[in-house]
């Protein structure tokens, strides 16, 4: 009888971390600045889908449960709902899933909250590849799908600290948004940095003289991790996080990419209609001749498994970055 | 007394009322007006939904005659009842019925479907003054009834929320997904409309995709549900009679399903082929005028 164990497997999750270990993170950044938000700004209400516990919107239901609507597990009527309760004056925050509210409702938030411009507040969890269930959960063309609505303001935020400071300025903000969420425990990055989230801005994190990174999302938290590991290899690359879509900051953009630094994109998101050919139509636009290098999901429908092995085999882990930007430099 | 007591005295005054022989004929008057102002509408364009707002002129008028509480001058008042047109292609009848109600001039209609018009042929609330909703993509009015009786609920409002909709809609996933969603709630503030002329786009009702047992459908949903015939006055003022009644800030929703008539009141259009999109010869526009006024005149003399 054989006593050998059989090797433990590397298995998915539907909601996987995405923190590394010993990371510092922050418990459910979004329910929390929406119950905080909630206090200072009575006409906040919240609701779902049917996923209130998977977005963070229980703690927000929790604390106001007279404030929060379950629309259960239907996805148009969460949006058409959302954009009646607007037309009330109140401020909605409705929140699903992203791959639900990009694919699956994207009529009702176009013509119910966009086209009137009401200040409907969608907030999409598992936004890009941050679940290993494979093509039914990865949204990784949301933004592609979400670019071309007009009025809707779009935010990929990086970390605990970008939402918790992005919540209530969407709040206070006339029109629709999409908000692509992280949630649970949610690394807490940007407070290493002269930071803090202006709706529609983008920010330098850090100076380099070789390469200058555009990031978005949780790409931003692996672009500065890049940036420390090139330094080793005397590369010295500067980081620039857009976590505004759209509109988004072409200015301050355009300023770092106007140089003879070799340009790379970074983003949780199909190369296909995201940051990468936000910053590319803002070069053309501007008559910029310069390349510019993507780190982006291929398009294509991406594979089930863990989130470390799909992040490696896509490219998006700091290592694949790191020798990326090594094997353009020469 | 504040505005939500004295919302609930009218309520109950409007409970007590009876469908009297005066009420009815003044909303009949109201209704042959908006019929009126469709057929203008419809000959500045030569075509269009003209056959589905004669049908549903009577619930229009109902609604904006006889229900509604509103401020002409002041669409945008906050107490107001709202009324959302799911149907944005009945706007030709929801523009009728605006500029019956005083919130548009009649002059106005004549720009209908027109370049630069406040009166676009799909309706838009971002276009028109006392249009609520952007309909048109059909299913989406029943869901945004939801928010909006939702959060009048939650903010203490006693303002009322109908929506129109239409047989077609019945195809509508969403429709359904709402319908659930309103009796969860239990929105006992909102009531809807289904205007069932048993036509579509491409072709009858029941030949596209069958929607009946309709009656049955929402009351399964867990509406409290009425079946009239949407051309008979009297019938659908008791209907409005009764979903007011039991109307309240909590309770069940209502709906009160319309069985009408494309082209209603004009016999030229009621006896032509039924099309979605009517098609008028120019010639035609005096006849379907000079038969609705006959009809009317035969109807109100008698």
């Given at each position: 009888?054989?006593?050998?164990?059989?090797?433990?497997?590397?298995t998915?999750?539907?909601i996987?971390?995405f923190?590394?270990?010993g990371?510092?993170?922050a418990?459910?950044?979004?329910?929390?600045?929406?119950?905080?938000?909630?206090q200072?700004n009575?006409?906040?209400?919240?609701?779902?889908?049917d996923?209130?516990?998977?977005?963070?919107?229980?703690i927000?239901a929790?604390?106001?449960?007279?404030?929060?609507?379950q629309?259960?597990?239907?996805?148009?009527?969460?949006?058409?709902?959302?954009?009646?309760?607007?037309?009330?004056g109140?401020?909605?925050?409705?929140?699903?899933?992203?791959?639900?509210?990009a694919?699956?409702?994207?009529?009702?938030l176009?013509?119910?909250?966009a086209?009137?411009?009401?200040?409907?507040n969608?907030?999409?969890?598992?936004?890009g590849?941050t679940?290993?269930?494979g093509?039914?959960?990865?949204?990784?063309?949301?933004?592609a799908?979400?670019?071309?609505?007009?009025?809707?303001?779009?935010?990929d935020?990086?970390?605990?600290l970008?939402?918790?400071?992005?919540?209530?300025?969407?709040a206070?903000?006339?029109?629709p948004?999409y908000?692509?969420?992280?949630?649970?425990?949610?690394p807490?990055?940007?407070?290493?940095y002269d930071?803090?989230f202006?709706?529609g801005?983008?920010?330098?994190?850090?100076?380099?003289?070789d390469?200058?990174?555009?990031?978005?999302g949780?790409?931003?938290m692996r672009?500065?991790q890049a940036a420390?590991?090139?330094?080793?290899?005397h590369v010295?690359?500067?980081?620039?996080h857009?976590?505004?879509?759209?509109?988004?900051d072409?200015?301050t953009?355009?300023?770092?990419?106007?140089?003879?630094?070799?340009?790379?994109?970074l983003?949780?998101?199909s190369?296909v209609?995201?940051?990468?050919?936000?910053?590319?139509?803002a070069?053309?636009t501007?008559?910029?001749?310069?390349?510019?290098?993507?780190?982006?999901?291929p398009d294509?429908?991406?594979?089930?498994?863990?989130l470390?092995t799909?992040?490696?085999?896509?490219?998006?882990?700091?290592?694949?970055?790191?020798?990326k930007?090594?094997?353009?430099?020469? | 007394?504040?505005?939500?007591?004295e919302?609930?005295?009218?309520?109950?005054?409007?409970?007590?009322?009876n469908?009297?022989?005066?009420?009815v004929a003044s909303v009949?008057a109201a209704?042959?007006?908006?019929?009126?102002?469709a057929?203008t509408?419809?000959?500045?364009?030569?075509?269009?939904?003209?056959?589905?707002?004669l049908?549903?002129a009577?619930?229009l008028a109902?609604v904006?005659a006889?229900?509604?509480?509103?401020?002409?001058?002041d669409?945008?008042?906050?107490?107001?009842?709202?009324?959302?047109?799911s149907t944005?292609?009945?706007a030709i009848?929801?523009?009728?019925?605006?500029?019956?109600?005083?919130?548009?001039?009649?002059?106005?209609?004549?720009?209908?479907?027109?370049?630069?018009?406040?009166l676009?042929?799909?309706?838009m609330?971002?276009y028109?003054?006392g249009?609520?909703i952007?309909?048109?993509s059909?299913?989406?009015?029943?869901?945004i009834?939801?928010?909006?009786?939702?959060?009048l609920r939650?903010?203490?409002?006693?303002?009322?929320?109908?929506?129109?909709?239409s047989?077609?809609?019945?195809?509508?996933?969403?429709?359904?997904?709402?319908?659930m969603g309103?009796h969860?709630h239990?929105?006992g503030?909102?009531?809807a409309?289904?205007?069932?002329?048993?036509?579509?786009?491409d072709?009858k009702?029941?030949t596209v995709?069958r929607?009946e047992?309709?009656t049955?459908k929402?009351?399964?949903?867990?509406?409290?549900?009425q079946?009239?015939?949407?051309?008979d006055?009297?019938?659908?003022?008791?209907?409005?009679?009764?979903?007011?009644?039991q109307?309240?800030?909590?309770g069940?929703?209502?709906v009160?399903?319309c069985d009408?008539k494309v082209?209603r009141g004009?016999p030229?259009?009621?006896?032509?082929e039924?099309?979605?999109?009517?098609?008028?010869?120019e010639?035609?526009?005096?006849?379907?005028?000079?038969?609705?006024?006959?009809?009317?005149?035969?109807?109100t003399?008698?």
């Amino acid at each position: 009888m054989s006593t050998t164990a059989a090797p433990k497997l590397k298995t998915s999750a539907m909601i996987a971390s995405f923190a590394d270990p010993g990371q510092k993170t922050a418990s459910a950044p979004f329910g929390h600045a929406l119950v905080k938000a909630a206090q200072e700004n009575e006409k906040i209400v919240g609701l779902t889908a049917d996923l209130g516990k998977y977005t963070d919107m229980h703690i927000f239901a929790q604390a106001y449960p007279e404030r929060f609507f379950q629309m259960g597990m239907a996805e148009q009527l969460l949006f058409g709902a959302a954009a009646g309760l607007a037309e009330t004056g109140l401020v909605p925050f409705a929140s699903t899933y992203s791959v639900f509210a990009a694919r699956r409702a994207y009529d009702f938030l176009c013509l119910d909250a966009a086209e009137p411009n009401l200040n409907v507040n969608i907030v999409g969890g598992l936004p890009g590849l941050t679940t290993g269930y494979g093509p039914s959960h990865q949204a990784t063309e949301d933004m592609a799908i979400f670019r071309g609505m007009p009025n809707l303001t779009i935010v990929d935020p990086c970390d605990s600290l970008d939402i918790e400071q992005a919540v209530p300025q969407l709040a206070a903000s006339p029109g629709p948004s999409y908000l692509r969420l992280l949630r649970g425990n949610v690394p807490t990055v940007l407070d290493e940095y002269d930071y803090s989230f202006e709706l529609g801005k983008a920010k330098v994190l850090r100076g380099g003289a070789d390469v200058v990174f555009i990031s978005s999302g949780l790409m931003t938290m692996r672009a500065l991790q890049a940036a420390e590991a090139l330094a080793a290899h005397h590369v010295d690359v500067a980081v620039v996080h857009a976590p505004t879509i759209k509109p988004f900051d072409a200015a301050t953009v355009l300023a770092e990419l106007n140089t003879d630094r070799l340009a790379v994109t970074l983003e949780n998101h199909s190369v296909v209609g995201g940051l990468f050919e936000t910053v590319a139509s803002a070069v053309v636009t501007a008559g910029l001749g310069k390349r510019v290098v993507p780190v982006a999901l291929p398009d294509q429908f991406l594979d089930a498994g863990a989130l470390p092995t799909l992040h490696d085999r896509y490219g998006l882990t700091v290592q694949k970055i790191v020798a990326k930007v090594l094997a353009e430099l020469g | 007394m504040t505005t939500t007591e004295e919302a609930h005295m009218t309520r109950t005054e409007e409970t007590m009322a009876n469908t009297s022989t005066q009420r009815v004929a003044s909303v009949s008057a109201a209704a042959y007006r908006i019929r009126h102002h469709a057929l203008t509408m419809g000959e500045v364009q030569g075509q269009g939904y003209v056959g589905q707002a004669l049908g549903a002129a009577d619930m229009l008028a109902a609604v904006y005659a006889d229900q509604l509480r509103f401020r002409a001058d002041d669409p945008e008042w906050a107490e107001r009842d709202r009324f959302l047109l799911s149907t944005g292609h009945y706007a030709i009848g929801h523009y009728a019925a605006l500029a019956e109600a005083g919130v548009i001039p009649v002059e106005e209609l004549d720009t209908y479907g027109s370049d630069d018009s406040r009166l676009p042929m799909s309706g838009m609330s971002t276009y028109t003054p006392g249009m609520e909703i952007s309909g048109g993509s059909l299913g989406h009015g029943l869901s945004i009834a939801v928010g909006i009786a939702l959060g009048l609920r939650h903010q203490g409002s006693a303002a009322r929320v109908y929506n129109f909709l239409s047989d077609g809609e019945l195809d509508e996933g969403s429709t359904w997904e709402a319908a659930m969603g309103a009796h969860h709630h239990q929105l006992g503030n909102l009531t809807a409309m289904v205007d069932i002329n048993a036509l579509q786009a491409d072709g009858k009702t029941d030949t596209v995709l069958r929607t009946e047992p309709v009656t049955e459908k929402w009351e399964a949903f867990g509406w409290y549900t009425q079946r009239v015939d949407g051309n008979d006055m009297a019938a659908l003022l008791t209907a409005f009679d009764n979903a007011a009644a039991q109307a309240a800030l909590t309770g069940r929703p209502s709906v009160i399903l319309c069985d009408t008539k494309v082209g209603r009141g004009v016999p030229l259009l009621e006896d032509r082929e039924k099309a979605h999109f009517m098609r008028i010869e120019e010639h035609e526009w005096q006849t379907c005028r000079e038969q609705l006024t006959a009809g009317y005149e035969e109807r109100t003399s008698s």
